[in-house]
């Protein structure tokens, strides 16, 4: 067989027996045969030659029968196909195969040929070298026939090369495109424009200008998505204007969706462009960077005005409001567009349904340098998007960025106490702040601002408020990471902004909280008042979603910092345009997802509250009504005592201890005979033998790095001393332990001393009761205090230091020291008649020490999670009965409010997920209805212009129309899910 002379001997062509052929390049041809016979049924074969996905070929053989005519046919009706015969036996025409004459049929016999990856990688370097070369091309122009074939084109479809003037003639609609000269030996490049090629610039194509005028210097540049090209161009003489650079529209949609999804440079984009117009620096190329930057924040402010309609309102851009051009997210409410006409007057049980959740937060990645300045680079859209307005900004920031604000009350928050001094030296601006729906993760209309000193709540303020500004909505909760400090003068301070910015919260119903994430390094009370988890009418929401966002943004910092003020609000606007518009086309899945989630988890914790109060009915039916009575006055009225809030004491050795002194003086005084020591008495004895036992602990453990002090020693004789007044035989205990050790090396060592406590003594000598309760006391204390210890630092830790090893070091010594308390425990509760105290304290294992957040690799979520025991150990009480203990009983009530709080919260989640749903198909058609209404609203005498507007309002209200109709396909099986799990819980 012959192949073309394009193709490699590696390409032959390979057939197997199944009739399958694989080539590359030669494809699309069909093959049919008819075989017709007087005593056979007469057949056909019809081979069909196709591509596979992979980018073989294949061909298909198919055998047919032909059904026989009871009397010849006529001509007519040979060439007829009976309609009902043609359904079941399809007759193939007769059709003359276009296989080229080189291709040989023998070749179907040939075995196939096994693929191997060595085979691959010849197969397609072999490719891109035959693309070095002429490709078989013969030497006359492929069009003409006549001039020699010496120019391809890189970008034209094809191989085949022709003369300069078909050249020419091809590219008349194509000046951008790359050829190549063939030199006799290689490829040169050339451009259309030394081949001759000019283009006409205001007239229509083809037609040429009697008054035409070169560009000035005949140094025309145009930057297209493969190169920069010098064009031979020609004015119209009647037109004044003569540009020397141009950007096509292809070029700027390229980079426009480039720098969204991968944030490339535009520096770093340009270049590339040079380098594929020149890889290596010996051509030079015409320098258009700061054109380019110029063009293209024209575009991206143009498309902005065109994608929120200001082209179709008869005041045109200057009209445009602040946040005018942002993009909304459909699922959050909004009156007159995705409401209900009646919301204003649902009842109280319902307005939670329509509430905005709003997030603030800062970024500090999104810095500024000290360049430029408003009057040099101002902004084009002028807080027409999500930056607010920057001159009215500044002016009140210019008065009352000085002021100082008040230092935290909770935990060390640096967004509050270090705001004054943050680093601002070489910076314009240190971060931004935002705003951001805290539900579907999308930034708010002009909630967005420069920080200049760090996150202060002069500069929160006034972004909060600007973008709630003329919001006619009845509940708000808002989500900020330091709401609990935050919040507390904040109706004070907005008396100090515009009147224009003031919001009447007397009317409104606004709740502040605390991310779920941030909210484990707040102090208990925070915990209590600002949880997600325990408010009601918010769902599943965890107000973290700002923080999901600065992944996305925070690439852009590296060119943001460098740009002056106007072009770095523009482009992050641009860039939370594109932000908020992938969340709205991405509703669809994300709703679906969420309710697919959310209707078993709520059946779920439904079921396990259910459960629960069962068994407290039956135990604890008084408690569990005042319980429930508790849980929903707070809810009402939130000035009532928080039933989260822990209300039983916790136990600590500082309190024990001193009620152990008051104890002693309380003897002391009513004894008749003196103390065995003046200044030492039981309960001290005791006390210092547990804080020598814990050094010894903490010696031995710190051995390697810490010396042996003088006063260790020192200080054990000392309380040996007097041990031995009101333990005697330890005196007998301790020589004899002495005798037993092999060396005296060991004894030598403080940390191995025994100290024959009461525990250890087990009476084995006199020892009198009254010591031995006071070890006890002060044991439990103990382990309350290692477990408080163990609390707070786990605490701290889940937020924190998540990123740290499981176990620190401190943790690790609190876990020893309750272990070796709840041991001497052991020991003393027999002996003393203590019982009741193992349901408090338990043996503590590695599985016990979690946090009471979750950590981020933890398999289950706050919604589901359990808690370690160790949370629930609050306090203890030495009666029997277990309705008498408290703390046990407090421990019960939290349980149980929790519980009751999981499955309230993901009740409301389904209820708002379908809510939320219902909104965004209602502002879908809403959008649609409003882009109708822009179709005819503005009227200009061009009808061009005028079809134009007409016609991409009507497409702008198909697209929204066609989002409906998608959302609403993706939904459609929703309801009849929730349908099902509302009859199985009803069952």
């Known amino acids: 067989m012959q192949l073309p002379p394009h193709a490699p001997p590696t390409q032959a062509i390979v057939l197997t027996d199944a009739d399958v052929i694989r080539f590359k390049r030669m494809k699309g041809f069909k093959i049919h045969k008819r075989k017709v016979s007087d005593t056979d049924t007469p057949s056909g074969q019809h081979t069909k030659v196709r591509s596979d996905p992979i980018g073989n070929i294949r061909l298909t053989t198919k055998t047919y029968t032909i059904p026989k005519s009871t009397s010849a046919p006529s001509q007519s009706q040979q060439q007829t196909v009976d309609s009902s015969t043609h359904s079941h036996h399809p007759e193939i025409p007769e059709c003359v195969d276009n296989l080229p004459p080189e291709v040989d049929l023998g070749v179907l016999d040939l075995p196939r040929r096994r693929r191997t990856a060595s085979h691959d990688r010849s197969t397609f370097l072999h490719e891109l070298i035959w693309l070095e070369g002429r490709c078989g091309s013969p030497d006359v122009c492929s069009d003409c026939e006549v001039a020699q074939a010496k120019y391809r084109c890189d970008d034209c479809f094809g191989v085949d090369m022709c003369c300069s003037s078909c050249m020419l003639a091809r590219h008349r609609l194509n000046p951008l495109h790359r050829v190549k000269e063939w030199t006799g030996a290689y490829f040169e490049r050339r451009s ?18 009697y008054r035409p005028k070169s560009a000035p210097g005949d140094d025309f540049v145009v930057i297209h998505h493969n190169g920069i090209h010098s064009v031979g161009v020609s004015y119209c003489g009647c037109d004044s204007d003569k540009p020397k650079t141009a950007a096509t529209f292809s070029l700027l949609e390229e980079f426009h969706l480039l720098s969204l999804e991968s944030k490339v440079s535009a520096y770093e984009y340009y270049q590339s462009l040079a380098r594929r117009s020149c890889n290596t620096g010996m051509t030079l190329v015409k320098d258009r960077y700061e054109q380019f ?62 509430a905005l959740f709003v997030a603030i937060d800062a970024n500090f990645r999104l810095k500024r340098k000290l360049v430029s300045k408003d009057a040099v680079d101002p902004s084009l859209s002028q807080g027409w998007s999500f930056f607010v307005a920057e001159s009215p900004y500044k002016v009140f920031l210019k008065d009352h960025i000085d002021e100082p604000q008040e ?60 973008a709630l500004r003329g919001t006619s909505l009845k509940v708000l909760n808002v989500s900020y990471d330091i709401a609990c400090q935050w919040h507390k003068h904040l109706w004070q301070r907005m008396g100090s902004l515009p009147f224009s910015q003031h919001l009447n919260h007397a009317d409104k119903d606004i709740t502040f909280l605390v991310p779920k994430f941030h909210l484990p390094a707040h102090i208990a009370p925070c915990q209590w008042l600002y949880s997600f988890n325990w408010t009601r009418g918010v769902g599943r929401t965890d107000g973290e979603a700002p923080e999901r966002g600065w992944a996305n943004i925070n690439p852009v910092a590296s060119s943001t910092k460098e740009m002056g003020p106007g072009h770095r609000r523009d482009t992050i606007d641009d860039h939370f345009s594109d932000w908020n518009w992938k969340k709205v086309v991405g509703l669809g899945p994300t709703l679906l997802r969420k309710i697919a989630e959310a209707i078993p988890e709520r059946n779920e914790h439904q079921d396990d509250l259910h459960e629960l109060e069962g068994s407290l009915e039956t135990k604890y039916p008084e408690l569990l009504a005042k319980w429930r009575r508790e849980i929903e006055e707070w809810e009402e009225d939130s000035t009532r005592p928080n039933p989260f809030e822990v209300k039983v004491q916790t136990v600590t050795q500082a309190s024990i201890r001193l009620q152990l002194a008051k104890d002693d003086a309380k003897d002391a005084s009513e004894a008749e005979q003196p103390p065995l020591h003046a200044d030492i008495s039981p309960s001290v004895l005791i006390a210092a033998g547990t804080d020598l036992e814990e050094q010894q602990r903490r010696l031995r453990l710190d051995r390697s790095n810490l010396g042996q002090h003088a006063t260790d020693d020192q200080k054990q004789k000392a309380w040996t001393k007097v041990q031995s007044l009101y333990v005697p035989g330890v005196v007998a205990l301790r020589e004899r332990s002495s005798g037993n050790l092999s060396t005296t090396k060991d004894a030598e060592k403080p940390e191995d001393y025994p100290l024959w406590l009461p525990s250890q003594i087990q009476r084995k000598v006199l020892c009198t009761p009254h010591l031995e309760d006071i070890e006890w006391q002060l044991r439990f204390a103990q382990a309350h205090d290692a477990l408080n210890e163990l609390r707070q630092s786990l605490r701290s830790r889940s937020y924190m230091l998540r990123f740290k090893d499981r176990f620190l070091r401190g943790q690790g010594a609190n876990t020893r020291a309750r272990n070796f308390a709840l041991l001497a425990l052991g020991t003393l509760g027999p002996l003393l008649g203590k019982v009741g105290w193992k349901n408090a304290l338990r043996p503590l294992e590695n599985d016990d020490i979690r946090p009471m957040t979750q950590d981020v690799d933890a398999p289950t979520s706050e919604g589901r999670r359990r808690l370690s025991w160790i949370w629930l150990t609050i306090g203890y009480s030495e009666g029997l009965d277990e309705e008498a203990d408290e703390g046990l009983q407090d421990a019960i ?95």
């Open 293 to 354: 930057l110029r063009v293209m924040r024209e575009w991206q402010h143009l498309k902005m005005l065109k994608r929120a309609g200001r082209g179709h309102d008869p005041m045109g851009p200057e009209g445009t409001q602040e946040g005018g051009c942002a993009v909304l997210c459909p699922a959050c409410p909004h009156p007159g567009k995705n409401l209900p006409s009646d919301w204003e007057t649902a009842p109280r049980i319902q307005r939670w349904l329509y």
């Open 192 to 209: 259309l424009r030394d081949l001759g090629l000019r283009v006409q610039l205001g007239h229509p194509v083809g037609k040429t200008c």
């Open 407 to 466: 230092k935290s009350t909770c935990s060390s928050h640096n967004a509050v106490d270090m705001a004054d001094t943050k680093s601002s030296r070489g910076l314009a601006a240190t971060g931004v702040g935002t705003v951001d729906c805290a539900c579907h993760n999308m930034k708010l209309a002009c909630g967005v601002g420069d920080l200049q000193k760090g996150e202060k709540y002069v500069n929160m303020d006034y972004l909060f408020f600007s």
């Open 893 to 987: 009530r939290l349980e149980w409010c929790k519980a009751r709080a999981r499955a309230m919260r993901w009740t409301e989640e389904v209820e708002l997920l379908f809510e939320e749903k219902r909104r965004v198909l209602q502002f879908m058609d809403w959008q649609s209805r409003w882009w109708l209404e822009r179709a005819g609203s503005v009227v200009v005498e061009e009808s061009t212009l005028a079809e134009g507007l007409q016609a991409y309002a009507q497409r702008q209200a198909a697209l929204r129309r066609s989002l409906g109709d998608y959302f609403a396909h993706v939904w459609r099986d929703t309801q009849s899910l929730l349908d099902i799990a509302n009859v199985r819980e009803l069952s």
